[in-house]
């Protein structure tokens, strides 16, 4: 099973700063098709999941320019530029390379 | 626009049975696969089991093999999951999931 890893679990950040949040992978997570299957999701309370980014790095529809993701390897990352105050909640990475599909432990993002 | 619209749920006493549907709209149901993905109170987000778009193959968490069952109708645009022989730990928000989730559903287990 690949065990997603994210630090730090809480974060509190000031509107208009940026923050970022990692998620380390135990294993590659890059298919011989050329895809990263790593996955951001943001969850407010009372909300399901919503999809930020997907393959790594891809913003998806709807989702502000202000939120991205990047890889090295094992090690992903999601930045979001101007933290907003709509951004609170709890980010989780998730993979899909290999069953069983695994998710990151959560970061709680509060707002100052 | 993808809708996934849940339904089912409910209080069960341990060793009792549920199931769960969600209806997709807004893209072509048969084209893709799906997963079915639980929260527990307060906890993070376990999957739970996945289907492909033509329902001919299953997969399923460790923890609900042997019990839940995943299965799609593509005819009615319908994914649906079969929760046997529950145990107070499988109590949990349910979700359908694509890129876009299902609102959820609630699942208690007690007695």
């Known amino acids: 099973e690949i065990v997603l890893t994210q630090t730090p679990l809480f974060l509190s950040v000031t509107p208009g700063q940026p923050a970022s949040i990692s998620c380390k992978s135990s294993q590659s997570l890059l298919h011989r098709d050329g895809k990263t299957y790593l996955y951001w999701y943001l969850q407010k309370p009372g909300q399901p999941p919503q999809l930020l980014i997907y393959?790594?790095?891809n913003r998806f529809f709807g989702v502000p320019d202000r939120f991205s993701g990047s890889d090295s390897g094992t090690d992903f990352t999601l930045t979001i530029s101007r933290v907003e105050a709509e951004d609170f909640g709890v980010y989780y990475c998730?993979?899909?390379?290999?069953?069983?599909?695994?998710f990151g432990q959560g970061t709680k993002v509060d707002i100052k | 626009e993808v809708q996934l619209l849940q339904s089912g749920g409910g209080l069960v006493r341990p060793g009792g049975s549920l199931r769960l549907s969600c209806a997709g709209s807004g893209f072509v149901f048969d084209k893709y696969g799906m997963n079915w993905v639980r929260q527990a109170p307060g906890k993070g987000l376990e999957w739970v089991a996945a289907?492909?778009?033509?329902?001919?193959?299953?997969y399923y968490a460790d923890s609900v093999k042997g019990r839940f069952t995943i299965s799609r109708d593509n005819s009615k645009n319908t994914l649906y999951l079969q929760l046997n022989s529950l145990r107070p730990d499988d109590t949990a928000v349910y979700y359908c999931?694509?890129?876009?989730w299902g609102q959820g559903t609630l699942v208690i287990v007690s007695s």
């Open positions: 999931a694509l890129d876009s």
């Open positions: 393959e790594a790095s």
């Open positions: 998730m993979q899909s390379i290999q069953i069983p599909l695994t």
């Open positions: 289907i492909s778009g033509r329902g001919d193959t299953t």
